[in-house]
C-alpha cells in the first residue's frame, strides 16, 4: 500500500518534448525526449536538477497528451523539439510507486480513492518522476516512480 501525501509545491523550469502518443509507443517517446532534451541542455550549458519526469494531460484513452523532459537549472531556448515549459506550483497529492510501470494503474486508482475520502478533488494533469534508471536497475520490482497529482483548485499546468 502506497502512502500519500498532500505537499506545496513550488514552480519549476522544466525543458520538455511534447506529443499525443499512444500508450504502447511511451518508451519509445520517452527515450527519444530524454536524448533530445539532454543534448539541448548539454548544446546551452544547462544541467537538470532533477529526475526525469513525463506530464500528462488528461487520462490516456488509448492515447495521451504528454511532455517528458527535465527540470532545469536555467532557462532553455525552443530548439528542434525541445521547449521551455514550467511544472506548476501549488497543492498535490504525492506517493511513490515501487514497480514495473504497467502496474501504476493500482497505485493511481488507490491515490484517487484516497483523495476523494480527504475531499480533495484532483486536476486533469500529473506528472511521474523517475526516480530509478531501469537501465542501471534492470529489476522493474525495484523501480521508483514519484507520482505527483495536482489538486484541481491549484493545478495550473504547462501549456
Given at each position: 500500500m502506497s502512502a500519500f501525501e498532500l505537499r506545496d509545491l513550488v514552480e519549476r523550469p522544466v525543458a520538455v518534448v511534447r506529443a499525443t502518443v499512444a500508450i504502447?509507443?511511451?518508451?519509445?517517446?520517452?527515450e527519444r525526449a530524454f536524448h533530445a532534451v539532454g543534448a539541448v541542455m548539454s548544446e546551452q550549458g544547462v544541467h537538470p536538477v532533477g529526475p526525469p519526469f513525463g506530464f500528462y494531460r488528461g487520462m490516456p484513452d488509448p492515447d495521451v497528451?504528454?511532455?517528458?523532459?527535465f527540470p532545469?537549472?536555467?532557462?532553455?531556448?525552443?530548439?528542434?523539439?525541445?521547449?521551455p515549459d514550467r511544472l506548476p506550483g501549488g497543492h498535490?497529492?504525492?506517493?511513490?510507486?515501487v514497480g514495473p510501470f504497467d502496474r501504476m494503474d493500482?497505485?493511481?486508482?488507490?491515490?484517487?480513492?484516497?483523495?476523494?475520502g480527504q475531499g480533495i478533488e484532483g486536476d486533469t494533469t500529473m506528472w511521474e518522476n523517475y526516480l530509478s534508471?531501469?537501465?542501471?536497475e534492470p529489476d522493474p520490482a525495484t523501480w521508483r516512480t514519484e507520482i505527483v497529482w495536482p489538486v484541481a483548485a491549484q493545478?495550473?499546468?504547462?501549456?
Open positions: 504502447g509507443d511511451l518508451p519509445v517517446f520517452f497528451d504528454v511532455a517528458a523532459g532545469v537549472s536555467g532557462p532553455i531556448v525552443a530548439s528542434g523539439d525541445v521547449i498535490a497529492v504525492v506517493t511513490v510507486h493500482a497505485t493511481y486508482e488507490a491515490m484517487g480513492l484516497w483523495m476523494a534508471d531501469p537501465s542501471v493545478a495550473a499546468s504547462t501549456r
